[in-house]
């Protein structure tokens, strides 16, 4: 199921452009959308999901516009999603909520409701937590119980915007490993600022600025984007200027700095490989943005 974003804008009251143009194709499968605080990702998330009118533009999704009533609802069909902030009831055990999302979702049938929240407390290895009060849970369980209901109706979509933020570690392993798996047939467009769970999970990925596309393509991509502009450098003076310092690591004779700049920061600079991380930071720098579209 594919997206299509053709010229998309969105403008708050009072504010300015939120998307500012936006053009892009997001095809089957996981995809990452990457973006500082105030990109426009949860504006974005929030216009596909069909919760919020764009300004201009057009959005299609599997075909359908989604910026008229007709293709909204096909699309809310076919459509999961995870908001930033989901609301649970904590008196309610897991299978209860799950119970009740179905039942909203309209899933009549109460044996067919059973079994469909059955076989996805095992799709997010809940089972055996699934009747206890969600108010014991941990972020992650929460977490998982959210994918949980974005699944109930089966989508062929599922958006999820920053489910990962806050989690320990061997939470947010589990969840993006969870969402790798639930890709495959499905669109899964995953929308963070926590740019290894794309690297850990996305082949593609778009970053968005100010409401623009600045990036399009695949990890390696963005990744290249950093060749020969990321350095070591060790020095127990100032912290190295004219780039951006990735790390600084206490080692014997001061700092080793991680450096992503166009020119090497200090005479004794020695080159390093770059990660996705270096790639979407030297996104931002001058001289990056000429060529930041390149296919
Ligand atoms: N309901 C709203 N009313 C007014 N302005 C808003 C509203 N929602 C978002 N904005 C503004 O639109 C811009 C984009 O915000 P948005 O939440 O889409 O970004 P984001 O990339 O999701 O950021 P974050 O990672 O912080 O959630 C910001 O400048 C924000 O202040």
Redesign the pocket.
Known sequence: MRIEISGLV?T?????R??DGLDLLVPTGMFGLL????????????ILAGLLRPTGGEVRIGGYDVTGRAGRQAVQRVLGYLP?DLGVYPDLSAREFLDYVGLLKGIDDRATRRRRVGELLEVVALTGDADRRLRGYSGGMRRRVGIAQALLADPRLLIV??PTAGLDPEERIRFRTLLSQLAGERTVLL?T?IVDDVAQTCRELAV?A??RLVFRGTVDDLTRRADRRVWSVVTAGPAPTGGTVVSALPVEGGLRYRVVASVPPAPDAEPLAPTLEDGYLALAQPGAAEDAMRP
Request: proline letters at 0%; charged letters at 30%; glycine letters at 22%.
């Open positions: 969105k708050y009251k009072g504010k300015g939120a998307l973006g500082a605080n105030g990109a426009g990702k949860t504006t974005l998330m929030r930033q915007d920053e929308s600022h968005l100010k409401g």
